[in-house]
């Protein structure tokens, strides 16, 4: 029962609906047919996660001309509304129809912590009682959205927050996309107003990171990108674009056949399955052999360098011979180690190894000539490990 719980079917097809998402209250009951095949009876479609060319057919089915498609989505993706009564060049008859028959994920900031180096976190209210967390995070480079893709996770990794609490639903693609829209627009906002739209500053780069396992959501995870990339919204192009996993292998080899060469970026934290089976329980599921082939699969399939996330949890697996193990598992493999300084979660138990050791542990990853870097440490200052400020706020 537990396991089933646990380890339930991820990377399935067709596991989020449009418009799964909300209570009887918010999911926008509407006793009209429906006006669009494949939409569940009764619930109006969330715009915000359809594609452009699938707007212009909605709108086709209401009698419209194409171009009102390519105005809708711009008005959505580039001008950020959150209603259809603001896209004002539409006629009003329009605006009104498009209330009765459709909708758009609109994503209340119910909490909003700036930290150092211009990382903001965000709690984002989903409008049936339940909310996530993003993070905004600036790099010399340009700006990052860390986003989650559910409402807690399934997977229950010791040493992270957000499954501390259990797993309650999916993302909608709708609510995956708003919440980068949210960022935008707030980013956008903070420049100088006098600036001309088009030269503010943008969200350039997408993280699936946050609360959740991407994979666990995949098809709404996979469609909240590409409507990320489409030409004619934020245009977010796929090569910016990490998918972090705690290693789901149907869901990877998947990915590496989905056609968008994201980077993929897997949860590892242990060189050995005894270790991870400990601190990681999908690892009994999916052990650290079979992980490691998705991942040569998915850089052979996409040509793309895979990140392993190794976060460095005192007298754990941060020890000389832990490294070594973890040299010897990716020597000779498409890969790239990304060592992270745990960020404690006082009631798990785990701690943050001195520096030395993380020195040490660096020193011997570089020696067997594994490209590796330490993550800057964005965001401790602001809770912005997992589920940390979901939880604070909801507590
Ligand atoms: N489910 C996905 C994505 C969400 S977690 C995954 O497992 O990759 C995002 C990253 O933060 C993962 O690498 C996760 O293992 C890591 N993480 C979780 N708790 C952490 C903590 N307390 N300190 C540092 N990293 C943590």
């Not at 089976?277 to 650290?288: F, S, T, V, W």
């Not at 180690?337 to 006082?346: A, D, G, H, M, T």
Request: charged share 25%; with cysteine; proline share 6%.
């Amino acid at each position: 029962m537990v396991r089933a719980f646990l380890f339930g079917e991820p990377g399935k097809p067709g596991e989020s609906l449009e418009g799964e998402s909300g209570n009887e209250a918010t999911r926008g009951r509407d006793p009209r047919p429906d006006v669009r095949p494949g939409v569940a009876p009764g619930v109006r479609p969330d715009l915000k996660g359809f594609l452009p060319q699938e707007i212009s057919e909605f709108l086709a089915s209401l009698g419209e001309p194409s171009y009102r498609g390519t105005q809708v989505f711009s008005w959505i993706h580039q001008k950020g509304v959150a209603s259809f009564d603001e896209m004002t060049n539409l006629p009003l008859a329009l605006r009104r129809k498009l209330d009765e028959v459709a909708r758009l994920a609109n994503l209340e900031v119910l909490a909003r912590k700036s930290g150092t180096q211009g990382t903001v976190k965000y709690l984002l209210g989903l409008g049936d009682g339940n909310s996530v967390e993003a993070v905004r995070m600036k790099y010399t480079y340009g700006t990052s959205a860390c986003v989650s893709t559910q409402v807690g996770c399934k997977m229950a990794c010791r040493f992270c927050a957000s499954g501390a609490a259990g797993f309650v639903r999916n993302l909608t693609p709708g609510e995956i996309v708003d919440e980068v829209l949210k960022m935008n627009l707030d980013l956008s906002r903070e420049s100088s107003a006098s600036r001309e739209p088009q030269t503010r500053p943008r969200i350039g780069w997408v993280v699936l990171m946050g609360t959740g396992e991407p994979l666990d959501n995949y098809d709404a995870s996979v469609k909240a990108l590409r409507v990320l990339n489409a030409e004619e919204g934020l245009n977010v192009s796929y090569r910016r674009m990490t998918v972090s996993t705690c290693g789901l292998v149907p869901g990877i080899r998947r990915l590496a056949e989905e056609g968008i060469p994201v980077t993929l970026s897997i949860s590892l934290h242990a060189p050995t399955d005894d270790l991870r089976d400990e601190i990681m329980p999908i690892n009994r599921r999916y052990p650290i052999p079979e992980v490691t082939d998705a991942a040569s699969f998915y850089a052979t399939r996409t040509g793309r360098r895979v990140t392993f996330e190794y976060a460095l949890m005192r007298d754990v697996n941060d020890d000389v011979s832990h490294a070594r193990r973890l040299a010897g598992l990716l020597s000779g493999m498409l890969a790239h180690v990304n060592l992270i300084p745990l960020n404690p979660v006082k009631e798990r138990g785990y701690a943050r190894p001195p520096r030395e050791r993380v020195m040490r542990f660096l020193a011997v990853l570089k020696e067997a000539r594994i490209p590796v870097t330490i993550r800057r440490e964005l965001g401790l200052d602001i809770d912005a490990a997992c589920g940390q400020l979901r939880r604070r706020y909801c507590r």
